[in-house]
């Protein structure tokens, strides 16, 4: 199975892989984000964005360096570092839209209409005001550390582009999506405040919880270790906040599928922030890193958590934005099964491949030889993957069809959507 | 409006802070010098292959994805532990993050360069069963040079001992700087092979013989046989590498993890004894038939009511002992027979009464 494409570079595991990392970072999940908060802002505010004007160019300055990332991944073109793989031009223009979307963002809620500022907002404004200095330092393009400053940096960065930027802007969105899909008031104003000000304290040392075993400073693991213990506080006042807030209301996931994407997601959040603390415990860290545990673990952040909050935020506010329902309700549910079942498949196989390759590393055993035991755990890692691309594929052709049907063809689906939810 | 200004300035000082405490403060506190262990990529000639253009194409083919350049502490038989100033030239650090494939730390050296390549165009007919892609697409001269990056991983890291501990046990680590200060006992002195040889010879002599020949009783019974640590070869063990066996174990084998069961300090002791066994005897065994004549431990015949202690140690000489195995010499205390004769050299060496039984019980002994 390796040996399925050959000769062709662009095709070669490590160009796809770093290409995978950055589509999804800077491609799916960051425009998604951007999106979010370009429809979530002005509701809140009960304004208009300060200049939509300024959102197109950076809606098209963040596809052309997704194009331009696609040119150069692809071919080998890479800075060689993880997560900050894209070249220097690429860097640059990443970092010009987002101070651009921070100052529109700013602006807009400078100028707004409502004096209550919701916690969601607090979350976008914190998110829009660190990201873009995370990023610049993350980077590294013009300057060359000595390597293990390189890496102390490094994974900073690493960290924090899911801390101060996934999760920050993750909860937010599902600050504003519970209550509006459950119609619900929010639980306690006051625990959310704790829970932001948690994250926003704890979060942004714990880069170097992923090099614990290297020869850094032992007094950068300590802090890096005990803010990630830490993190177990916003977490879970947070998440307490959302359960209160569902309190009576869990039998709307039935019926109601953008609630049920954003519900998969807290559980999945639930999930990875009990594991992440617990694994960059020194004595479990040393068991389990270098494993596909780890990737197992990266996977439920971005994909069980915030590619199912940012999916629910699609699919609540497209049909708002438009003012059409969508195409069809039979593919968002496949589009949820086959995400979530898909999901599971891949978490379960990748955390036994993980925990082998572990032992084999504990034990001592030679690569090859554990390399042999975890092949059926990649058969069904591909399968999983599957299941997830498919998924993806229906929910763009829902979408598609969404905005480009003519509206006289979408009353029947409509019809039958409201008979589903009746 | 004031109270979100307030809360504002809480968040850009928090940023601030972290980025302070987390970015820059490494930045200045930690400056590992350069050392003579790093990776010396200038040491094929530049004409054959550019080393260094060889490290590009490793970033560049994203090599480190699935292949990490640090050795831990547990990464036992992967070389020499990495140090901070090995890495001070390395930029971008190819550190790595996941080992779907082996460690390449020290790779340099390992493998013929032909063996390299060829693993790198075809890894599946040098490495049955790898899951690595092929990179056969490369042209000749990255080739070269890549291969040339990967002989001079480590090439500085040198083994510069036959036989060396981990480095955990070791002054040369944290953890191996703690275990040396929490030793007390000097294992060079007589007095601690004296107290070790009583710890060897209740624990290690059922199998490793009471001179270290390998040969204890239990020897037989095994299928891997324990050592002869006559052998000159064990001359050259350090002390660490003395307590890390005793400590650890040897996987795959009958010998036991005795960190579990002994304290450290008797483990040292034991060391200190293991260092006083016989230096001068070569004993080549050829054939297992030299190795089953096992050698006497006489154990002293113990009567019912010496098993059972609340009728007192002593009171087994005082009422005849019931059952199996009758005779006089039964109601001698062991150790008290002086009147045996050990019949083996091996036996004149044991220290304690309940190993130098008397002539009966060696004669019950099966021999």
Redesign the interface.
Known sequence: MPDLVRNVPQLAFPHLRMFHVNAVAVGWLSMGYVGSIFYMVPNLCKNKLWSERLGNITMWAWNLLMVGAFCTLLNGNTEGREYAELGAILDVMVAVALVLVALNIYMTILNRRVKKLYVTLWYFLGSLFWFPLVWIIGQRTFVALPGLNDAIIGWFYGHNILGMWFTTVGVGMMYYLLPRLTQAPLYSHGLSMLGFWGIALFYAPTGTHHITQSPVPEWLKAIAIISSIFLLVPVLTVLTNFFMTMKGRWGMVVTDMPLRFAVTSCMFYLVTCVQGPFQATRWVNWYLHFTQWVVAHAHLALLGTFSFILTSAVYYSLPKITGREFYSQGLIRAHYWLKFLGFSLMMTSLTIAGLIQSAGWAMGVPVDQWGLQIRPYWFFRSISGIMIVLGQCLFAYNVWKTLYTKPALTVAPKAKAAEVKA | MHS?RL??I???V??FV??F???LL??V????KPNDRSNDYSKIDKKIADAERGRKIY????????H?Q?T??????YGPL???G?????????????????DLTNEGERMASEWQKAHLIN??SV?P?????????LSGRDMNDLVAYLQCLGNRREVKHFVEAPDEYLTTT?AGMALHNRKTVDTAASASANAGRGIYTQNCAVCHGLEGYGNGPNATALEKKPPNFSRPYYKQYSDEMWFYRTSEGV?GTRMPRWAETLTEEQRWYVVAYLKTLPQNQEVTINSLDQLNKIEDIRLPKLSNQQYEPHHGGHGGHDTPADGDNMGPSEHQMPGSGSTSTPTTKTGTSTESGSTTGNGAEHKEGGH
């Open positions: 979100y809360g504002a809480g968040i850009v928090t940023f972290i980025i405490s987390t970015v490494p930045m506190l930690f400056n590992p970033v560049r083919e994203g090599c480190f994805y699935c990490t640090f831990r502490l547990q990464d036992r038989g990495v140090k901070a090995d890495y001070v030239w390395e930029t971008p650090h190819q550190l790595g993050t996941a080992r779907t494939g082996p890894p599946r490495k069963g790898s899951i690595m892609p092929s990179f056969s697409y944290p996987v």
